[in-house]
Structure formats: C-alpha cells, structure tokens
C-alpha cells in the first residue's frame, strides 16, 4: 500500500512539474506577442480610465493645483496606494520576488547619475508645465484620443523639450552629476526594514487620506455626471476607482517586462528614430542609447494605445472634443517644459510619482513634492496678477 501511495505521489509531482516546464515553454514561444497584448491592453485600459476620470481636462489640472477642485489628487494617491499594495504582494510572492527586484533595478538605471538637485529643478519644471499646458507627458496622449483642442501643441513642444534637452544634456550632466552615488536608493533600505512592512502602512495612510477628502469633496460635485445604462457610455468615473485601475496596470508591467509604469522615455525613442545615425554618435549621443533599443519601445506602444483608450471612451460617451483646451502658446511651452523636466529627472509623473513613489525610491520623495511646487506655485501667482 504504502509503495503504490509513494508512487502516486512521484507520480503527482512529475505530471506537476511537466505541466510547469510546459506553461514556460508555450510563454517563451509566445513572449512578444503575450507582451504585445498586454502593453496594448495596459494602454488602452489607461487610456480609457483618464478619460473616464476627466482628468484629461486641463482646467482639473489647474484647479487642483489652487486647491479648488480634488479630482487629479483622488486619482494619483488611489493610483499610488494600489501601486504600493500591488508591489508589496509581488515583493512578498517567492515566484515573483526576483520580478519586483528586477523592476526596481530597471526604474534605478537611468537615475544612477542623477540626484536631489536634478530631482528637484526637473520636478519643479514639470509641475510649472502641468499648470500651463493642464497636462503631464502621459496624459497628452490621452488629451489627443479625447479631441482636447491644442493637445497637439503640448506634444510637439515635449518634442522639442526632449531634443533641447538631448542637445545639451552633456553639459547638465557635468554641472549637477552629484560627486558620490546615493548609500541608499530606496527608502525600504534606508530604515532596515522590509518593502512591505513599510509599504502597505502607507497604502492605508493614503486610503485614510483619500476617504477624508471625498467625504469632504465627494467626486460628484467635481465633474458633470451622466446616468446611462452602461458604465462604459456614461461619461464619468469615480476617480478613486480610476485610479485603481491605474495602479493594477503595474502588475502586469513588472511581471513582463520587468519594468513600472512611465511614459516620458517614449518621447525620446520616437525622437531617436529620426536622428541620423552619425548625429547620435557625435552631436546627439544622448539619443544613441535608444535610438535602436527595442526595450524602450513598450512604452510607445503603451501610449498609442493609450490614445486609442481615450478615444474610445469618449466616443462611447459622446464627449469627444466637448472639453475646452489651453492656448496654443501655453500648450507649446508647456509641453516643452514638462518634457525638459521630465528628461532632467528622469521620470514624469507617472515615473517618478505613480512608480517611484510606489517602488518607495528616495528621489522619488524629492521630485514629486517638487513638481507640486512648480505647479501651485505658478497657479498662485496666475490668480494674483
């Protein structure tokens, strides 16, 4: 008896383990396009939840930074509690661990030579953009999919913040490249503690903080709501529950690409595409890192779809185009001055705010309070001249 138990055990776990090396097989055969699904679906999911929260809107955007309207700040801390939940499960999971430890590397990279001063100007440069243009790089694109007038503006100047930026970044490098690397990147490590046992303490601070402002500000008195048969024709969503949604894409993000949400790298790979190759070798070697980096490219995908998500949602609700966009010269400068920043940082606000905030990295800490500045600073002298 006990010798058959026995070998129906091995037997057990031989057919387990077969079906495992299986499931590997069929996801490496399969990889790109299982990825390209998802960056799309991620994308399109994004898209339509932005413009369901209304935050493509500019006039939100600006209210939120004179404090009159709540909508941008329910969606970005309910987007930076589940990214905060989401990443303590993924820290905590054995069969995941070695994915979040990878997404961490992958957000650091890029800021190795960066530090608290590049953190701040950018951030502060990104926020004066937001007030101005009433976007961030991300939410451009979702602006063009929901027909906001002059969103093509606010992009063609995140282009042309992007190449100034590449034209000179060897010299902005040289003057603010801090002398000595951080001892400490994340903020897990500099308290000696655990990723989750910090984190998900601040996902309930942040939903205390969030459930405080919509009694206070319920969402309802903030947008023009419509009652519909579906919640996909109505015309607006909770942003609490918006951003949700945004916070979940991080998930599949980290675990097939090994990377966190972002958007402002897709600029520079687009750009990259049309620089000569002998320019990126000599003139424009900021570009070069990109120009021919197939793994940069998941974040272009990313926001076409993200384009098509808005535009979807808008169509089915009837509200494409009906929002009112920024003057063509604050688009411009705008955009310019949220992608200067954005590249000077080296995240935007779905980098540095929504990923870095949630991946607990100390600059991360520096740049988004900043962007806050830039932006309410520049609405409170708007409102006093």
């Not at 801390?77 to 992958?106: C, D, N, W, Y």
């Not at 993200?306 to 003057?327: E, H, I, Q, R, W």
Request: with cysteine; glycine share 10%.
């Amino acid at each position: 008896m006990s010798g058959t138990v026995c070998s129906k055990q091995v037997s057990n776990g031989s057919s387990s383990t077969a079906m495992k090396a299986d499931h590997v097989t069929f996801y490496q055969a399969n990889k790109p396009l299982i990825q390209l699904t998802a960056f799309i679906g991620c994308g399109v999911v994004c898209g339509f939840t932005f413009e369901k929260a209304r935050v493509i809107d500019p006039a939100v955007i600006q209210d939120q930074m004179e404090f009159s309207r709540f909508v941008m700040l329910k969606i970005f801390l309910s987007a930076m509690a589940t990214g905060l939940v989401s990443f303590s499960v993924l820290s905590v999971i054995p069969a995941t661990k070695q994915k979040f430890a990878m997404a961490r590397e992958s957000f650091v990279a890029p800021l190795r030579n960066k530090g608290v001063l590049s953190s701040a100007v950018g951030g502060a440069l990104l926020g004066i953009g937001m007030t101005l243009s009433g976007t961030c790089p991300a939410m451009v694109f979702g602006q063009m999919g929901g027909g906001v007038p002059n969103a093509v503006y606010t992009l063609l100047g995140g282009f042309t913040g992007v190449m100034v930026y590449g034209l000179i970044e060897p010299y902005i490098r040289s003057v603010i490249k801090p002398t000595k690397q951080a001892k400490h990147n994340w903020l897990d490590q500099y308290m000696s503690t655990s990723f989750a046992t910090l984190a998900l303490p601040m996902a309930a601070a942040l939903a205390s903080v969030i459930t405080a402002i919509e009694y206070a500000r319920p969402w309802t008195t903030e947008v023009i709501t419509t009652t519909t048969s579906s919640i996909l024709t109505t015309t607006s969503w909770s942003p609490i529950v918006s951003g949700v949604g945004i916070g979940l894409i991080q998930i599949p993000l980290v675990l097939l690409v090994d990377d966190t949400m972002g958007s402002s790298t897709a600029y520079c790979t687009l750009l990259a595409q049309l620089i000569p190759t002998s320019l990126s070798k000599t003139a424009l070697t900021y570009f070069s890192k990109v120009i021919n980096s197939m793994e940069n490219w998941w974040q272009v995908i990313f926001v076409v779809s993200l384009t098509f998500g808005a535009y979807t949602s808008s169509s089915l609700s009837n509200s494409y185009g009906t929002v009112d966009g920024v003057s063509i010269s604050h688009a411009f400068i705008g955009g310019f001055l949220l992608l200067f920043g954005a590249r000077l940082a080296s995240g935007c606000t779905s980098g540095h705010g929504l990923s870095g905030l949630g991946l607990l990295n100390m600059l991360s800490f520096v740049n988004v309070p900043s962007v806050f500045a830039g932006g309410i600073g520049l609405q409170l002298v708007r409102k006093l001249l």
